[in-house]
């Protein structure tokens, strides 16, 4: 069974994903500890409401990833998902967590990731390209922004009347269905990080 660590910034609905699917049964994990980058983040109030820890990471004081490496011990965490996570993870907790962090991002990497591409701007960027496809990427964390080795994708039709609107609500139902069923590979042990890459057993 995991013990994770859910990192959020926004609304969390990828948490809620996640908590659903360990209800339902279907990811052998627990979630230890919920962390936000903001005080405000409403994913906090929601993992609060069903009695879940949580934290806030302050990103502006010196010593943020020993913080966030001694609540993670605090409550046990053996792995991580950046959940809608908007900052960057300090590369000592990268390091700490190496090859047990995933991230899930609203787009088909390693295209539309990176420094500055999240939640609408990625939507709208797949807009202005006129790509006719996008989707959900679930890759293992490094240093930078939206790189690692892939563990899973799914595709989504770009239609043309598409707003950066509709084209996340489509990309966010795959999320939900992805980020799990990531999750639970990671929990059976059957992913291998081999020459930069998520081999699947
Ligand atoms: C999700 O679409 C997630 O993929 C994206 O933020 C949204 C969070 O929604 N993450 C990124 O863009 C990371 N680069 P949620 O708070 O409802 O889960």
């Not at 591409?117 to 990625?122: D, I, P, T």
């Not at 240093?143 to 990309?171: F, H, K, N």
């Amino acid at each position: 069974m995991l013990n994770i660590a859910v990192f959020v910034s926004g609304k969390g609905s990828n948490l809620r994903a996640i908590h659903d699917a360990i209800v339902q049964g279907t990811l052998d994990a627990r979630i230890c500890l919920v962390l936000g980058s903001r005080p405000d983040a409403p994913a906090l109030d929601w993992a609060a409401s069903e009695g879940i820890p949580t934290g806030v990471i302050s990103h502006r004081s010196d010593d943020t990833d020993s913080a966030i490496l001694g609540l993670l011990e605090e409550h046990g965490a053996d792995s991580i998902a950046l959940a809608g996570y908007l900052k960057l993870v300090p590369p000592a907790v990268v390091r700490a967590f190496q090859h047990r962090m995933l991230n899930i991002h609203p787009a088909l990497l390693p295209a539309f990731g990176g420094s500055g591409m999240y939640g609408r701007h990625v939507h709208e960027a797949v807009l202005a390209a006129g790509v006719k496809v996008s989707g959900a990427t679930v890759h293992v964390v490094d240093e930078e922004y939206d790189r690692g080795p892939i563990v899973m994708q799914e595709c989504v039709p770009v239609l043309e009347d598409d707003t950066a609107s509709t084209l996340a609500s489509r990309v966010l139902e795959v999320e939900h269905r992805l980020f799990p069923r990531a999750l639970q590979l990671f929990a059976e042990n059957r992913v291998n990080i081999e020459n930069g890459k998520a081999i699947i057993q």
